[in-house]
């Protein structure tokens, strides 16, 4: 049987293949006539393996934070009855659409060493930038909307009819949450988590202004560019376009495994356990 493709169908595809050449062309360059041995040799030196190393610890220690303090936030504002809801939610998008170097101006502003925070602790010597903290502080805001967002998707999608019961057997708000609303939400938040590390560990705007040392590896990369132009950052590129590949398999890799197919769809709609 012949296969007629549907005008609107041919024209959309034509449409969206050439914004997924925009999209797909640059990262494929990468790899286009690639000096690997160059590059290795480069990722070898230890200022790149201190930028490395620097980058893995703070955004490890972002995504615990995220968990710890983004899922519950994102639990609380999808089933809590707060009043000016709509308003608490705005909130936790606005860090999405600020651009990076402002973002680091008002972390700066808010946690420097003249700021509302950071002056009270820099004057009893716990300093919240230029170290390990401000890098930490920069991830975690550009990096975890991602996750209260997705958390929040997550949670509504759970049928409040399967809580409502286990109130009704007697379970506690935290067993609810716990046995019930968190596993069946899991998939869309491990997607978020996902997202957020990634764009945790390459974040560079605002780390660059509220820590620009210990160098993280974006921080890194830029200074290889202005040192030594296209060549020199192209190895802490390949670097950082690898570790987000991997983020994305993995969590490919773990929806496959988990029965959950939609996890690595952070934006489409709730994951379903496959049959």
Not at 42 to 52: E, F, M, P
Not at 73 to 80: I, P, Q
Not at 188 to 194: E, P, R, V
């Amino acid at each position: 049987m012949s296969y007629r493709v549907k005008p609107t169908f041919l024209l959309f595809g034509v449409l969206g293949s050439l914004l997924l050449i925009e999209l797909v062309l640059p990262i494929a360059s990468l790899f286009i006539d690639a000096d690997w041995a160059n590059w290795i040799s480069a990722l070898k030196q230890s200022d790149a393996r201190q930028a490395l190393v620097v980058s893995l610890e703070t955004s490890a220690i972002s995504m615990v934070a995220m968990i710890l303090f983004g899922v519950p936030l994102g639990y609380l504002l999808a089933r809590a009855n707060l009043p000016l809801k709509r308003f608490w939610i705005s909130l936790v998008f606005l860090p999405m659409v600020v651009p990076d170097l402002a973002a680091g101006i008002l972390l700066l502003k808010a946690f420097g060493p003249y700021g509302l925070i950071g002056q009270p602790l820099d004057a009893r010597g716990m300093p919240l930038t230029n170290n390990l903290a401000g890098i930490i502080l920069a991830q975690l805001f550009v990096a975890a909307p991602f996750v209260i967002i997705s958390s929040l998707a997550g949670f509504a999608s759970v049928d409040p009819k399967l809580e409502l019961a286990a109130a009704t057997l007697g379970d506690s708000r935290w067993h609810i949450f716990r046995r019930i609303a968190l596993p069946l939400a899991w998939p869309g938040i491990a997607a978020g988590l996902t997202l957020a590390w990634i764009r945790a560990i390459g974040e560079f705007g605002s780390t660059l202004i509220v820590a620009y040392s210990p160098h993280s590896l974006p921080v890194y990369m830029w200074i290889k560019f202005e040192s030594d132009g296209l060549s020199g950052a192209l190895p802490a590129a390949f670097c950082l376009v690898s570790l987000a590949t991997g983020a994305v398999v993995a969590s490919m890799l773990f929806s496959q495994l988990t029965g959950f197919a939609d996890v690595v769809t952070p934006f489409g709609k709730a994951a379903t356990a496959e049959s």
